[in-house]
């Protein structure tokens, strides 16, 4: 059995464990705004960042948070902001911007109640679909969702692997029960984590196309101050950077766009599947109320009711081709969230069935036993 090194064993929160994981990611800009309860990941970035050679910055506000580190990526640098609530909410229209001028970075939003100011201190997982449809237009983006410590962890540097590797906003849907709650994390050995840095171009300065449509179709980076002097709006434009009205042009500008993603979902989508080879119940589960998922799987298998769990790592895009596999053979499906019913209805999408759902927008979290009760209903 190999021995751990204590060093490698600590307890924490899930904001410092996403905090400690961008450093490892090698992210070195930080722009942000306090703000229950995702404030804890700002004020330890602004100690660990100056010491590690990179810099934070206390913005005004979360709209000028979301542009600044925009612009600190294009000069080069891995940047992350990180916020919750209403100020997710200021950040859309520079979402928006970051997917349509391809600049990658990495938006963490550590959910709590709503709308508007709703329950600073208490959990939510009803940010699901603003994280995917809340800028406006036919945008790429990518969402994941932790439900541990140390997945929180492992996801943070994902993100940022994924920004890089596809040029596009990443966010890092946590909650704040994830946020908040202390556990014991051991975390991975140095030449187990895997970083991803952005491709950048070799081009010759004067031939640089910073859009060009290439075979992957996600164009080679330049950072701005290494010699490239390029056009960056979010007007529609073509490969020079430079706005156009051409049909054709922004078609073809649209397309790549969200193309990049969807042709890329098998290296993209993750998930974890548990007891299903036999299961007649699934539980569609992600985020803080996977967790209470767990555990109730594991008494209705005590019981002799074959239940199983589909857990969803990448929320954004949508594992449909999955679920509806899982359908074939599954009679039940039980969405337990902190909302009313945001991914379920993405699974009764992808299914075809009536979904079960399991609810809370109280501010209180899905507990064991509210699931449990749900499946002992479906199994009779």
């Not at 709590?112 to 709703?118: D, I, K, L, V």
């Not at 036919?138 to 492992?154: C, G, K």
């Not at 074959?306 to 969803?312: R, T």
Request: charged share 25%; net charge negative; glycine share 8%.
């Amino acid at each position: 059995m190999q021995r751990i090194n204590k060093k490698d064993i600590k307890l924490m929160t899930g904001n410092e464990a996403c905090a400690e994981a961008a450093i490892v990611a090698g992210m070195r800009f930080f722009a942000g705004y306090p703000i229950t309860p995702s404030s804890e990941i700002a004020e330890i970035l602004s100690c660990r960042l100056p010491r590690e050679g990179g810099v934070f910055i206390q913005m005004e506000d979360e709209l000028g948070s979301m542009a600044t580190i925009i612009g600190a990526s294009l000069a080069g640098m891995k940047s992350m902001t990180a916020t919750s609530g209403p100020g997710f909410s200021l950040m859309q229209e520079n979402i928006g911007y970051a997917s349509m001028t391809e600049i990658p970075c990495v938006i963490v939003d550590v959910q709590r109640g709503g709308p508007s100011t709703g329950l600073p201190t208490l959990p939510s997982q009803a940010d699901v679909m603003q994280s995917r449809w809340g800028t406006h237009g036919d945008h790429p983006i990518i969402v994941v969702a932790p439900s541990t410590v140390r997945e929180t962890f492992d996801w943070t540097i994902k993100a940022f692997n994924l920004a890089e590797r596809f040029r596009v906003p990443v966010i890092v849907l946590l909650d704040e029960i994830i946020g908040h709650i202390n556990e014991k994390i051991i975390f991975p050995k140095k030449e187990e984590i895997v970083i991803i840095e952005r491709e950048r171009t070799k081009e010759n300065p004067k031939t640089y196309l910073p859009y060009q449509c290439v075979d992957t179709d996600i164009p080679l980076f330049a950072d701005f101050g290494a010699g490239y002097r390029y056009n960056v709006t979010g007007l529609c434009h073509d490969e020079t950077g430079f706005p156009t009205n051409d049909p054709e042009k922004i078609d073809a500008l649209y397309r790549r766009l969200n193309r990049k993603i969807e042709r890329y979902t098998d290296e993209i989508i993750e998930f974890k599947t548990v007891s299903l080879d036999d299961a007649e119940i699934c539980i569609v589960a992600y985020g803080s109320s996977a967790r209470s998922a767990y555990r109730a799987i594991r008494r209705a298998r005590e019981m002799g009711i074959k239940a199983g769990i589909f857990q969803i790592f990448t929320i954004w895009p949508f594992p449909y081709e999955e679920l509806t596999k899982i359908s074939q053979h599954v009679k039940n499906f039980i969405v337990p969230e902190m909302n009313l019913g945001q991914i379920a209805h993405e699974v009764s999408c992808a299914t075809g069935c009536d979904v079960i759902k399991v609810n809370r927008v109280d501010g209180g979290l899905i507990t064991p036993d509210e699931i449990f009760e749900r499946i002992k209903y479906v199994s009779v």
